[in-house]
């Protein structure tokens, strides 16, 4: 059967409606635009699992997504909105968007976002977990407005069927209404899924901060969540970004590696090589000898001595060492 939850801030009041909205809407954080005591909302919500149906109404209002809330809550989720009535400006990661009647605005929940309505505003949402989505596009980047179409529209109906018909069926049937809706915001985002610059540049800008995070906490206890709460993203925003050199694991592993190489190379440093390594976060010495000989191919020891080997050629005397060194240590920052 279909969870169906109905509410209104007419039941409560005056003084307890926007605490009671505000407590409610746990996504965004919302700042009413109009004297508290004049604020009203009303929401229905349908849930059609995994995805979730809901027509809203509200009083003019702010609704931001901010780091804080998105590092906390780790929701991966795409919120897609379609606006029926009012008017709205919308920011999303710093970009002013166009969000009028008849578009549909695309929130990936990863991602920054502030919306503002100026007037009453109604609209109805599908929350979609971002799994359940790429299942059918993957690797989906969408973080934007679509401007009306007959895709959008299609789509808009399809869900308002859903929530107005509030279908009473058994579980399979239930399945059947949520992947025919699936498909349909599927149909509506295909054109949009594609290479997009902008995500490029936004992932290589989190690779940058993640790589200067690491590198200042080298001896500190790190992994994902660390990183992820540090940077102010999503965990599943992080991870995206570093999926293409291997992940956050092995992206703190090839860090602290890099860090070993330098002190290593570094004649004023008399240390040992036990000191080093855990100054640069190995706690396991035989577990850090392993993955320096799978890296380098060759001992930690070797390596500081400038006697080892690069595949099966052994380097001559003269070779320049600092030009080896950082040509290895690029491998490391690279490599996935």
Same mark, same amino acid.
Not at 80 to 85: D, S, T, V
Not at 160 to 166: A, D, E, K, N
């Given at each position: 059967?279909?969870?169906?939850?109905?509410?209104?801030?007419?039941?409560?009041?005056?003084?307890?409606?926007?605490?009671?909205?505000?407590?409610?809407?746990?996504?965004?954080?919302?700042?009413?635009?109009?004297?508290?005591?004049?604020?009203?909302?009303?929401?229905?919500?349908?849930?059609?699992?995994?995805?979730?149906?809901?027509?809203?109404?509200?009083?003019?209002?702010?609704?931001?997504?901010?780091?804080?809330?998105?590092?906390?809550?780790?929701?991966?989720?795409?919120?897609?909105?379609?606006?029926?009535?009012?008017?709205?400006?919308?920011?999303? *990661?710093? #970009?002013? @968007?166009?969000?009028?009647?008849?578009? &549909? !605005?695309?929130?990936? /929940?990863?991602?920054?976002? =502030?919306?503002?309505?100026?007037?009453?505003?109604?609209?109805?949402?599908?929350?979609?977990?971002?799994?359940?989505?790429?299942?059918?596009?993957?690797?989906?980047?969408?973080?934007?407005?679509?401007?009306?179409?007959?895709?959008?529209?299609?789509?808009?109906?399809?869900?308002?069927?859903?929530?107005?018909?509030?279908?009473? *069926?058994? #579980?399979? @049937?239930?399945?059947?209404?949520?992947? &025919? !809706?699936?498909?349909? /915001?599927?149909?509506?985002? =295909?054109?949009?899924?594609?290479?997009?610059?902008?995500?490029?540049?936004?992932?290589?800008?989190?690779?940058?901060?993640?790589?200067?995070?690491?590198?200042?906490?080298?001896?500190?206890?790190?992994?994902?969540?660390?990183?992820?709460?540090?940077?102010?993203?999503?965990?599943?925003?992080?991870?995206?970004?570093?999926?293409?050199?291997?992940?956050?694991?092995?992206?703190?592993?090839?860090?602290? !590696?890099?860090?070993?190489?330098?002190?290593?190379?570094?004649?004023?440093?008399?240390?040992?090589?036990?000191?080093?390594?855990?100054?640069?976060?190995?706690?396991?010495?035989?577990?850090?000898?392993?993955?320096?000989?799978?890296?380098?191919?060759?001992?930690?020891?070797?390596?500081?001595?400038?006697?080892?080997?690069?595949?099966?050629?052994?380097?001559?005397?003269?070779?320049?060492?600092?030009?080896?060194?950082?040509?290895?240590?690029?491998?490391?920052?690279?490599?996935?």
């Amino acid at each position: 059967m279909a969870e169906r939850i109905q509410f209104s801030t007419d039941d409560l009041p005056r003084e307890q409606r926007v605490p009671y909205f505000v407590a409610a809407t746990t996504d965004f954080a919302i700042t009413p635009l109009v004297d508290p005591l004049d604020f009203s909302a009303s929401a229905i919500t349908v849930g059609i699992a995994p995805l979730m149906i809901t027509q809203f109404e509200f009083s003019p209002s702010r609704c931001c997504r901010e780091p804080d809330r998105i590092a906390a809550d780790g929701r991966d989720h795409f919120s897609i909105n379609f606006l029926l009535e009012g008017e709205a400006e919308a920011i999303m *990661d710093g #970009v002013e @968007v166009r969000y009028a009647v008849g578009d &549909a !605005l695309v929130v990936d /929940l990863s991602r920054t976002m =502030t919306v503002t309505t100026r007037v009453k505003t109604r609209a109805i949402n599908v929350l979609v977990p971002r799994g359940y989505l790429e299942d059918v596009l993957p690797s989906l980047t969408i973080h934007r407005s679509i401007a009306a179409s007959g895709a959008v529209e299609l789509a808009r109906d399809h869900a308002l069927r859903l929530l107005q018909q509030s279908p009473d *069926d058994d #579980v399979g @049937v239930m399945a059947l209404h949520a992947r &025919a !809706l699936r498909d349909t /915001l599927a149909a509506m985002l =295909t054109p949009l899924h594609r290479d997009d610059p902008l995500e490029r540049r936004r992932n290589s800008s989190l690779l940058a901060r993640a790589v200067r995070y690491i590198d200042a906490h080298l001896n500190a206890e790190l992994d994902g969540l660390a990183v992820h709460t540090a940077l102010g993203v999503s965990r599943s925003v992080l991870y995206r970004a570093l999926r293409p050199v291997g992940g956050i694991e092995s992206l703190i592993l090839r860090r602290r !590696l890099a860090g070993v190489c330098r002190l290593l190379v570094d004649g004023s440093d008399v240390r040992t090589i036990t000191s080093i390594a855990q100054d640069c976060g190995f706690t396991n010495m035989s577990q850090f000898n392993r993955q320096f000989r799978r890296i380098f191919g060759t001992t930690p020891g070797k390596f500081r001595a400038g006697a080892f080997t690069n595949g099966e050629r052994k380097p001559n005397a003269g070779e320049d060492w600092q030009d080896r060194y950082k040509a290895l240590v690029q491998s490391i920052d690279l490599a996935g």
